[in-house]
């Protein structure tokens, strides 16, 4: 294959992850539909699982192939946006919606996607953001409110404040200054890698008791463990 023709795979990949962020945005609007063993909640979370799935081989992709490029990386954040801010924040409306939120507290969810362009366009314009983040990276907000919204289906949905509270937080994170670690390999070597396998054997722990809502408690290990290092240094 050409150098020219695998350019296109990192892009194309981008584009999944653009696609799958419109998918969950239509099941978002459609939360207590049932399509055959699933609801529109539950394609909803797949399709933004599948975006972030995306979302980690479009930049090993361009790595791999060595195509980076400018147009990849503004239609990798345009992309994101979509998937992991604009999703979210409409599936958290709907979930409100359904629980009998006014529209002034339900429209409330939107800070979500604000605060996920705010992060975009903070990371596009910092260039010591490679090995370390500043601020919450938006595909963890998406994977929280995943877990979040699985949370309320097992569960009990727990009030308009806590859920309108929990949103500032997360917005917050986004857009703070706080240093996350990246949770990129650039080898497997154990002691440079200690705190990302702690991370994910213990997501695996997170979903074997919890199933999807145990991805909560994965993204507050993972800010716990990232604020922890912080105070360390």
């Known amino acids: 294959m050409s150098k020219k023709a695998t350019s296109y795979i990192p892009n194309i990949i981008t584009l999944c992850n653009l696609l799958s962020g419109c998918v969950a945005l239509f099941f978002a609007f459609h939360i207590g539909d049932v399509y055959g063993s699933l609801t529109g909640l539950h394609l909803c979370w797949i399709a933004m699982a599948s975006a972030a799935v995306f979302d980690f081989c479009d930049g090993a992709s361009a790595r791999a192939l060595k195509a980076y490029s400018p147009l990849g990386a503004e239609l990798d954040s345009l992309s994101d946006l979509v998937s992991f801010g604009v999703a979210p924040a409409m599936m958290m409306l709907n979930i409100m919606d359904a629980n009998g939120a006014g529209l002034a507290k339900m429209l409330s969810m939107l800070i979500i996607a604000l605060a996920g362009a705010m992060r975009l366009a903070k990371f596009n314009t910092d260039s010591e953001q490679t090995t370390t983040f500043k601020g919450l990276p938006i595909p963890a907000n998406a994977i929280f409110w995943i877990g979040f919204a699985a949370w309320i289906e097992r569960y009990v949905y727990p009030g308009d404040v806590p859920v309108i509270a929990l949103a500032v937080l997360m917005s917050w994170l ?39 809502a145990g991805l909560v408690w994965a993204i507050a290990l993972y800010i716990f463990i990232s604020l922890l290092g912080r105070k360390e240094a």
Do not use: C, P, Q
């Not at 200054?177 to 705190?195: A, G, Q, Y």
């Open 174 to 212: 986004m857009v703070s200054n706080v240093k996350m670690f990246s949770l990129k390999f650039h080898n497997f070597d154990i002691r440079e890698n200690f705190r990302r396998y702690v991370l994910i054997l213990a997501t695996i722990a997170f979903l074997i008791n919890w199933g999807v």
